[in-house]
């Protein structure tokens, strides 16, 4: 299966990226390349192998489960650009007059 250029193009678009022609061109080479190795992979026979879930034998590594006090609010407001009633203010990042 390979990709087209317009199919990266659109996922862009949804991504809200723009890219150049060149950027475009190479980008749909690379994402050609990635679908043509997982292809690959879905040809290995894996019947008899067992799933892997954990790369290690290590057990009980967890730490237990105690409750510490945080960091004081005041604290740490004394290192944010900009903060009311507790919070920290952040610009906004959606914006919903735009069309999706």
Do not use: C, W
């Not at 678009?13 to 190479?26: C, N």
């Not at 407001?77 to 919070?87: C, E, K, L, S, T």
Request: hydrophobic letters at 40%; aromatic letters at 4%; proline letters at 4%.
């Amino acid at each position: 299966m390979a990709i087209s250029a317009s199919e990266v193009e659109h996922v862009a678009g949804l991504a809200k990226l723009a890219f150049t022609d060149e950027e475009l061109q190479k980008f749909t080479g690379q994402m050609d390349e990635i679908i043509g190795m997982v292809q690959q992979l879905s040809e290995v026979d894996t019947d008899g192998i067992p799933v892997t879930t954990h790369v290690t034998d290590a057990t009980g590594v967890m730490r237990e489960d105690v409750a510490v006090s945080g960091t004081p609010r005041e604290e740490l407001m004394r290192n944010v650009p900009q903060h009311q009633d507790g919070y920290i203010k952040v610009p906004a990042i959606i914006d919903e007059s735009e069309e999706a």
